[in-house]
């Protein structure tokens, strides 16, 4: 429990929108998705020719709200465009920001606005500005990274923020800390993370941008790489094929909708082809869950479901019945983003957790035998 209630402003940006949260303690003052019009947004060359735009908006939107964010003790942006790093919390010093700002992980999204405009704020505030558990937050064990194919690694893109966050409130509610346990943390929404927890380090779970794990509404998942590639040799292309990682995929590419509520709806009116997508990415979850439960020996106190997807009681029933005989099956609908991120300013403010550094050096940069 933190000694003070802490003033924290976080901020997630997404494609069209931007998540914005003040909290005092576990209290939310305010919290709203701030939208933007995307044909202003289409306007923008780079990504980060956005930030006025976005802080315009954004500034309206807590002014009219009557919010004041008079003694901040911090601000929290969502950790997009870094390199590879471990989870905690890290300030968003000149380092972190210039990665943040020409995205340096390679992937455009707008979550690397976050720090950026956090920072902003941070600064007319006068306080500290953090960012938690990164997108590109990567704490695989070495042998989950080789693969059958010489230099070639396994990275993981996952949603770290919610699943840690999922993990330490798991955690709390049976009396101990994240580190004194072993979960199986599922982020079940437009992308589906499957991962292993063990004592506090996420130490394996699936590339989701890079074509691995369950399908999930707009991404392919695993696909067998000789199918692949007689796919391409029909004449489709690598552009095509990145899509579909990432958003043309899974139930996109079946049935032309993301929205799992829908597909749901199709299966339960009799279209055939809907409950077998449906069907597939129960199975292929509750497979990645049984993965999961070898990398942790079996040894699992939990599996985790959060996301969206998590609110349907008819996926939680059957990875119950698939997977409980591994441990007790526990849901989380929704997500914990702003939470979290407000969360690991607190834990560093108040000295629990140790402030990170970020040094733009990714912390997997192959093995020995490369060099």
Not at 237 to 250: F, I, N, P, V
Not at 291 to 298: D, E, F, N, S
Not at 327 to 353: I, K, N, Q, S, W
Request: hydrophobic share 40%.
């Amino acid at each position: 429990m933190a000694d003070k209630a802490y003033k924290i402003l976080a901020v997630n940006p997404g494609a069209t929108s931007t998540k914005v949260a003040l909290f005092q303690g576990e209290e939310c003052l305010f919290s709203k998705n701030v939208s933007h019009e995307a044909s202003r947004l289409a306007e923008f060359t780079e990504i980060t020719d956005q930030i006025p735009y976005r802080l315009d908006i954004i500034s309206a939107a807590i002014r009219e709200a009557g919010v004041s964010l008079d003694g901040l003790d911090a601000c929290v942006g969502r950790g997009g465009g870094l390199m590879a790093v471990e989870g905690g919390t890290y300030v968003a010093d000149e380092t972190l920001l210039a990665d943040a700002r020409r995205g340096a992980n390679g992937v455009t999204h707008p979550a690397q606005l976050g720090s950026l405009i956090a920072k902003h704020f941070a600064d007319v505030a006068g306080c500290p500005c953090f960012v938690v558990n990164p997108p590109d937050t990567d704490e695989l064990q070495e042998v989950a990274r080789i693969t059958g194919v010489s230099g070639v690694y396994r990275n993981v893109h996952l949603h770290a923020l919610n699943l840690k966050e999922t993990a330490i409130r798991h955690a709390a509610s049976l009396g101990g800390s994240y580190e004194d346990y072993n979960f199986i943390v599922c982020h079940l929404g437009g992308g589906v993370s499957v991962s292993a927890h063990c004592h506090g380090k996420m130490v394996d779970g699936y590339d989701i941008v890079g074509g691995e794990g369950p399908m999930a509404p707009t991404r392919a998942g695993a696909v067998p790489v000789a199918e692949v590639a007689a796919w391409l040799d029909k004449g489709h292309t690598t552009r095509e094929l990145r899509a579909l990682c990432h958003k043309s995929g899974g139930f996109v590419s079946h049935l032309g909708t993301s929205d799992a509520r829908e597909v749901q709806q199709l299966a339960a009116e009799g279209d055939k082809h809907a409950q077998l997508v449906w069907d597939a990415f129960v199975y292929q979850v509750e497979k990645g869950i049984g993965a999961m439960a070898a990398v942790l020996h079996g040894k699992v106190d939990g599996i985790l479901l959060g996301g969206g997807i998590a609110h349907s009681t008819e996926l939680v029933d059957a990875v119950r019945d698939a997977c409980g005989f591994i441990a007790p099956v526990t849901a989380y609908p929704g997500e914990f983003e702003m939470e979290a991120m407000a969360a690991g300013a607190t834990r560093v403010l108040d000295g629990e957790e140790e402030l990170k550094h970020y040094t733009g050096t990714p912390n997997f940069q192959g093995f020995p035998w490369d060099k």
